[in-house]
């Protein structure tokens, strides 16, 4: 009999995340075997195939202290109607083999929801993006403005890198999608298997070389921690500058994502964008758990990288999942105080760097004299109390700069300092139009591309399920 102790703290949460989480994974793993072994003719193997459709679709039973796990709960229930099937069921197989193949395909299913959601937060983006493709803003660096752009421009940045993440997903998938099964304890065995079939069945891309790596390594589990970590760090960047547009009433989420406060009337708190921050915060801090349950760990031991590791993960995907359908829904519908921000850049003094680029094409001195020279005149202006929007060719004359009125309105004028921005990659709305439009194309492809290999994975599951090939 088990200690109570061990129980309480390993057997029952075990039992109870693997019953809740792992089912369908454990009886695709089993029946996949399964049906392997009947094509290698192994007698009684058909049997067990029968009986795991059989039982995946019946309640699976509660806790039981007397048996150890899942797996055994299964060959129970398998050995009290056929024991021959159970028998056969168990040929070449060990739990090591079995429960990293359960991991990696819990694991897979879980990388391409991530991705959904990803998609959909791209999606929202760039469909926020062709709104706002006029749109003037002031980009901050250092905390201070810095230039006039676009939000467009600034939404279609952060999607740019969205599609990096998700290739880093789709990449991951690649080392995620490997078979364990056949390598039994780490040895292999001495029957007759064959592990590119059981492979196939479960929608593997192929077995994984060596046993021994089959049931130890750990390194694609880092791996997903480490691409929840980047892409969440990406997210949580954004979430940031949201909530400084917000707090400056430059952007403001519909009603259903702000909460008023039980004091002051004219608050509209923007808590969904806090919200997600925090679930960002959160599955980065919990990917630390999962890279420490690989941190000095033997290579041949298995519980650490294996079952401990699961409830972690599961968390950092629910937390990465509400951050990003938060985040999802608070840019699908803002609203956009476009006055108020091209105010911001026709007072303030973002567009000076045009200015600048004016005066070095009309004098020829270089962009270093023209700096200084703007440097100068900003001296002077605040010297005597003034605001940039009031320079004079007078003003300009006076530092040796001769500029019509004409040049110099244009050169104060935040939306022409965006439409001269057309060099590749730019915020200028005649760049940006194309811009986007690739990136609407690019998105299309990883919806394709998610939507093929999810009907991969879903047509395997069919199939081990007993349904149509």
């Known amino acids: 009999m088990w200690h109570e102790t061990y129980l309480k703290t390993v057997l029952k949460p075990d039992y109870v995340y693997a019953s809740e989480h792992l089912l369908p994974q454990l009886f695709d793993a089993l029946t996949a075997h399964s049906l392997m072994l009947d094509a290698q003719r192994c007698p009684h193997a058909a049997d067990a195939v029968r009986l795991l459709r059989q039982l995946r679709a019946t309640h699976f039973p509660k806790y039981d202290p007397l048996i150890e796990d899942v797996f055994f709960t299964v060959d129970q229930q398998l050995a009290a109607q056929d024991p021959d099937a159970a028998g056969a069921m168990r040929t070449a197989l060990s739990r090591n083999d079995l429960d990293m193949t359960i991991y990696r395909l819990s694991a897979r299913e879980r990388l391409l929801r991530a991705a959904l959601r990803l998609l959909n937060l791209r999606q929202?983006?760039?469909?926020?993006?062709?709104?706002?493709?006029?749109?003037?803003?002031?980009?901050?660096?250092?905390?201070?403005?810095?230039?006039?752009?676009?939000?467009?421009?600034?939404?279609?940045?952060?999607?740019?890198?969205?599609?990096?993440?998700?290739?880093?997903?789709?990449?991951?998938?690649?080392?995620?999608?490997?078979?364990?099964?056949?390598?039994?304890?780490?040895?292999?065995?001495?029957?007759?298997?064959?592990r590119h079939l059981t492979a196939q069945l479960l929608a593997f891309d192929?077995?994984?070389?060596?046993?021994?790596?089959?049931?130890?390594?750990?390194?694609?589990?880092?791996?997903?921690?480490?691409?929840?970590?980047?892409?969440?760090?990406?997210?949580?960047?954004?979430?940031?500058?949201?909530?400084?547009?917000?707090?400056?009433?430059?952007?403001?989420?519909?009603?259903?994502?702000?909460?008023?406060?039980?004091?002051?009337?004219?608050?509209?708190?923007?808590?969904?964008?806090?919200?997600?921050?925090?679930?960002?915060?959160?599955?980065?801090?919990?990917?630390?758990?999962?890279?420490?349950?690989?941190?000095?760990?033997?290579?041949?031991?298995?519980?650490?990288?294996?079952?401990?590791?699961?409830?972690?993960?599961?968390?950092?995907?629910?937390?990465?999942?509400?951050?990003?359908?938060?985040?999802?829904?608070?840019?699908?519908?803002?609203?956009?105080?476009?006055?108020a921000w091209l105010r911001e850049a026709e007072t303030g003094e973002s567009v000076?760097?045009?200015?600048?680029?004016?005066?070095?094409?009309?004098?020829?001195?270089?962009?270093?004299?023209?700096?200084?020279?703007?440097?100068?005149?900003?001296?002077?202006?605040?010297?005597?109390?003034?605001?940039?929007?009031?320079?004079?060719?007078?003003?300009?004359?006076?530092?040796?700069?001769?500029?019509?009125?004409?040049?110099?309105?244009?050169?104060?004028?935040?939306?022409?300092?965006?439409?001269?921005?057309?060099?590749?990659g730019g915020p200028a709305p005649a760049v940006m139009g194309g811009a986007l439009a690739a990136a609407h194309g690019r998105l299309q492809g990883d919806f394709t591309r998610h939507q093929q290999v999810t009907q991969r994975f879903a047509d395997a599951r069919r199939r081990l399920e007993g349904g149509a090939p």
């Not at 998700?166 to 099964?181: D, K, Y």
């Not at 046993?211 to 980047?230: F, G, H, K, N, R």
């Not at 109390?385 to 009031?390: D, I, N």
């Open 124 to 194: 929202a983006l760039l469909n926020l993006a062709t709104r706002e493709i006029e749109t003037v803003i002031v980009a901050y660096t250092h905390h201070q403005p810095a230039q006039p752009t676009t939000l467009a421009h600034y939404l279609g940045g952060l999607e740019n890198v969205l599609a990096r993440d998700t290739e880093r997903m789709f990449n991951a998938l690649g080392r995620v999608n490997l078979s364990p099964m056949g390598a039994v304890a780490l040895g292999g065995t001495s029957f007759p298997i064959d």
């Open 352 to 424: 000076v760097t045009e200015l600048a680029d004016a005066i070095a094409r009309h004098t020829g001195q270089g962009f270093r004299y023209a700096h200084n020279t703007v440097k100068t005149l900003l001296d002077n202006l605040h010297g005597a109390g003034r605001e940039l929007p009031s320079t004079t060719p007078q003003d300009l004359k006076e530092l040796g700069v001769i500029l019509s009125p004409a040049e110099l309105l244009q050169a104060l004028n935040p939306a022409a300092f965006v439409a001269s921005r057309t060099t590749y």
């Open 206 to 339: 192929r077995p994984i070389e060596n046993t021994y790596d089959a049931v130890s390594a750990s390194d694609w589990q880092v791996e997903l921690a480490c691409t929840i970590t980047v892409t969440a760090t990406t997210l949580s960047r954004g979430v940031h500058d949201l909530l400084f547009w917000a707090s400056r009433g430059l952007l403001t989420l519909e009603d259903g994502l702000v909460q008023g406060s039980s004091v002051m009337p004219q608050k509209r708190n923007p808590v969904a964008l806090e919200h997600a921050r925090t679930k960002f915060s959160k599955a980065i801090g919990i990917t630390q758990s999962v890279i420490l349950s690989a941190h000095n760990v033997p290579f041949g031991d298995i519980n650490d990288p294996g079952p401990d590791m699961q409830p972690p993960l599961h968390t950092m995907w629910q937390e990465f999942r509400e951050g990003t359908e938060l985040l999802t829904a608070a840019l699908t519908s803002p609203r956009i105080n476009r006055a």
